[in-house]
């Protein structure tokens, strides 16, 4: 039997990664192969092809890499066609996903959504039955999602969000704050650019002018910048060198970093949610193009359908997070945003009480496997 993954992102490796170990305890025989990153080698994937390097956000950011991304997906397409999986299970990345698995339903291949795109927040009813009627499966993550491809007529079913199996430290919060930062006992602020080389390049220099203030306010202050991958880390590595900030660069214990922090500065993505599951005031930082905003806030009129841009406040309907969105991500507004969660007792826990609201909203653990054994039998691949 063969099952071919295509997971394009490190946000989507990971969640691949964690499937994969589910689905190999019910298909032990099973040749899982495809396309993926370091999570996915790591665990013994048979990596074909690995674009999570080649990750964007925006309209017009991608285009740099549109040669690249084409010839990935006519890599995957020919995977398809000589290979002929017995199923083609697509993770996250809806932008290279959905036309591949279009191509899969030609050959007759059946597929699976696995994170599947998020047309309940940001799309439109015809983008969600065109969704639902190309797939064969949709695994959703969330309870709306789940209501919104139901109402399109796709064949979906809802467990509960993985991220609750996902987010687990390895480490107590006293073992990583002694881990990463020795005897220290002031505040701890972890420093989160993202995963995407666009996102590092816009937000890395940015995030270190930030701290410069937040340095200034709070001399004591450490910083901590986990790094999703190797090659993000050489990257942040090479910004951090130059600057006199005391940032620890840490790989492969991002879930440590953040529980042992006191505050979360990040890139807008799974990585809010991440930080409210584990109880850690969070603030969101979205840059991209002005050309991509506009389209975004004008033609497709995002703003209109969402109140607001970072999933915790999403699902509560309330801006427990503060989103620093464009012009207002600056160096002054997020050090602005960052201080009263260092200096005012009542203002953090009125942000842990309602991250606790969030985690409710998301179902309960154990998500990871019966998603993997809903794939097996409804597919009847045993």
């Given at each position: 039997m063969k099952i071919l993954f295509s997971a394009g992102e490190v946000s989507g490796d990971l969640h691949a990664a964690f499937l994969l170990k589910e689905l190999r305890k019910l298909l032990p025989e099973a040749h899982f192969f495809g396309m993926g990153g370091e999570k996915l080698s790591a665990a013994g994937f048979d990596v074909k092809l690995d674009i999570t390097a080649l990750g964007s956000i925006g309209l017009f950011e991608a285009l740099p890499r549109i040669f690249s991304l084409n010839s990935a997906l006519s890599h995957m397409k020919a995977l398809l066609l000589s290979e002929r999986p017995d199923l083609l299970i697509l993770i996250d990345s809806q932008g290279f996903n959905m036309p591949l698995a279009s191509y899969a339903g030609s050959l007759g291949i059946k597929t699976c959504y696995y994170i599947p795109p998020q047309e309940w927040l940001w799309g439109t009813a015809r983008g969600t039955k065109k969704v639902a009627e190309s797939l064969d499966l949709i695994l959703a993550i969330f309870e709306k999602e789940y209501f919104s491809?139901?109402?399109?007529?796709?064949?979906?079913?809802?467990?509960?969000?993985?991220?609750?199996?996902?987010?687990?430290?390895?480490?107590?919060?006293?073992?990583?704050?002694?881990?990463?930062?020795?005897?220290?006992?002031?505040?701890?602020?972890?420093?989160?650019?993202?995963?995407?080389?666009?996102?590092?390049?816009?937000?890395?220099?940015?995030?270190?002018?930030?701290?410069?203030?937040?340095?200034?306010?709070?001399?004591?202050?450490?910083?901590?910048?986990?790094?999703?991958?190797?090659?993000?880390?050489?990257?942040?590595?090479?910004?951090?060198?130059?600057?006199?900030?005391?940032?620890?660069?840490?790989?492969?214990?991002?879930?440590?970093?953040?529980?042992?922090?006191?505050?979360?500065?990040?890139?807008?993505?799974?990585?809010?949610?991440?930080?409210?599951?584990?109880?850690?005031?969070?603030?969101?930082?979205?840059?991209?193009?002005?050309?991509?905003?506009?389209?975004?806030?004008?033609?497709?009129?995002?703003?209109?359908?969402?109140?607001?841009?970072?999933m915790p406040n999403i699902l509560i309907n309330e801006k427990l997070v503060p989103e620093l969105i464009m012009g207002a991500a600056?160096?002054?507004?997020?050090?602005?945003?960052?201080?009263?969660?260092?200096?005012?007792?009542?203002?953090?826990?009125?942000?842990?009480?309602?991250?606790?609201?969030?985690?409710?909203?998301?179902?309960?653990?154990?998500?990871?496997?019966?998603?993997?054994?809903?794939?097996?039998?409804?597919?009847?691949?045993?």
């Open positions: 491809y139901k109402k399109a007529g796709g064949r979906v079913k809802y467990f509960g969000h993985p991220l609750l199996d996902i987010v687990k430290p390895s480490l107590s919060r006293s073992e990583a704050r002694k881990r990463f930062t020795g005897d220290f006992s002031g505040p701890v602020v972890a420093l989160c650019p993202g995963s995407r080389t666009q996102e590092l390049a816009v937000l890395l220099p940015l995030f270190i002018r930030s701290a410069y203030l937040i340095k200034r306010a709070f001399p004591e202050v450490r910083f901590l910048m986990p790094a999703a991958s190797s090659w993000a880390k050489n990257i942040i590595g090479r910004s951090v060198k130059s600057s006199s900030l005391p940032i620890n660069i840490i790989e492969g214990l991002n879930y440590d970093v953040l529980n042992c922090s006191d505050l979360v500065i990040a890139a807008s993505g799974t990585i809010n949610l991440e930080s409210s599951i584990l109880g850690i005031p969070n603030i969101m930082v979205y840059k991209l193009s002005w050309l991509s905003y506009f389209i975004g806030k004008y033609i497709l009129r995002i703003d209109k359908k969402m109140p607001y841009f970072s600056s160096p002054e507004n997020i050090s602005a945003a960052a201080l009263p969660f260092l200096s005012d007792p009542t203002i953090r826990k009125k942000t842990i009480n309602g991250f606790l609201r969030v985690k409710t909203l998301l179902g309960s653990p154990g998500a990871i496997s019966r998603c993997a054994s809903a794939i097996v039998d409804s597919f009847s691949l045993k």
